[in-house]
DNA sequence: CCCGAACCTGAGCAAGCGCTTAGTGCATCG
DNA sequence: CGATGCACTAAGCGCTTGCTCAGGTTCGGG
């Protein structure tokens, strides 16, 4: 009586994605690539994953690249909207800044994989792909940048040098994808945690 | 009259690579990785950057994975030598931790294409040069960890997870590799300087 | 003046790569 | 029932890859 196997639902992770076996070589690459990188992973090796024929990619996609650009594109979205929801969730600068690290660690924690993929492999993807995915990272940060702008102007941030700082602390989340590892001692919510109060302490005016 | 021109002079960025085939070798594949990732870059590639035959490689090198371990195991010791130095230089536990990640991160900002082979190539490395480059990482943790310890005993610093903290602080500064850019706006010793700043305010305590 | 060692190249091998093509199985429809 | 369209595979094409090897060049020492 559950109407909630909706494979077209928002929340699942690549629901957007179909038909199913394009989802399931989506997915497969995904594990890939985080691993080995894209350059080192084989078409062989994504449709054997998936428990497909090597040829079977070719179908719902054009290119290794394109299948590469699906996921950055979906993931970089998926992360922007993350952090623009929580910087949009009210209250104080310092609130919205804390709500907006916490939420964006987490989905680099608890995604690690795809960030791995969507931060660290945009060199690998065609020129105008790389472009259009550069100006979905421009708009992070643009959200960072006015939390903090609105923060000083308040007077609850001090922050000397805005541009730097917005670039320090989304450095400090993005990198969270590299170390992470899902048998360490912290769940992403405690990452996040962590990370939200450190960022807080960066930029908070003494008094 | 300079005795100056001594090529296996310590501070020449490749000095203790010997010969000089060997050392443009080498030179041309810190590029290429940096460029384009460690496999995306043929043999070919390099040699030609370094203006030699592909058969020339084989003459100094056995693989092209040793070719990546000569690299990163020079350059971590490097990055290792350079954070000791600075956390030795005296001082109260604030100082030493200002100077270790000023130096730190000067040397991952004007050194960049080195460090990010370095960092961002060692699922490259086989298991038991990965094993060895491991280890000098845990060195550097060490260094943070220990000044960080320093600072909470003498109540200069306020750090509820020290662990966690070093992370952080180490994350934020090998994260330059990614992102710095010589046609950037910022210089090494700029960067360095505001994030020596940024990580006092993460630790200190407010008083 | 010639030898041997060190260094380097031209040519090329076996393996693996991204991707294509011809054909198969299967659901759908008149 | 045969025809049509679609997802998929087996086989393999053309090319590039990391790496090798026979042979040539250079040069200090006897």
Chains 1, 2 share one sequence.
């Not at 421009?138 to 000397?160: H, K, N, Q, T």
Request: net charge negative.
């Amino acid at each position: 009586m559950t109407a909630a196997q909706d494979t077209t639902a928002e929340d699942v992770p690549w629901g957007e994605v179909a038909p199913e076996a394009a989802r399931k070589l989506l997915v497969a690459a995904v594990e890939a690539f985080a691993e080995r990188g894209y350059h080192a992973t084989t078409t062989r090796d994504i449709a054997g994953r998936a428990g497909m024929s090597p040829a079977a990619l070719y179908i719902h996609y054009k290119t290794k690249e394109e299948l590469l650009h699906r996921i950055s594109r979906i993931g970089h979205d998926k992360a922007l909207e993350v952090l623009s929801a929580a910087s949009e969730r009210g209250g104080s600068p310092g609130e919205r800044l804390a709500e907006a690290v916490r939420s964006f660690v987490r989905w680099h924690a608890g995604r690690h994989d795809t960030a791995r993929v969507v931060q660290y492999e945009i060199d690998a993807l065609s020129e105008e792909h790389r472009a259009e995915i550069v100006e979905l990272r421009r708009r992070s940060d643009a959200v960072v940048r006015g939390i903090l702008r609105d923060g000083v102007e308040s007077g609850e941030f001090d922050v000397p040098d805005v541009p730097g700082t917005t670039l320090a602390v989304l450095s400090l989340c993005i990198d969270v994808a590299r170390w992470f590892n899902v048998r360490g001692r912290r769940s992403p919510e405690e990452v996040g945690e962590l990370y939200a109060d450190l960022v807080l302490r960066m930029v908070s005016a003494r008094n």
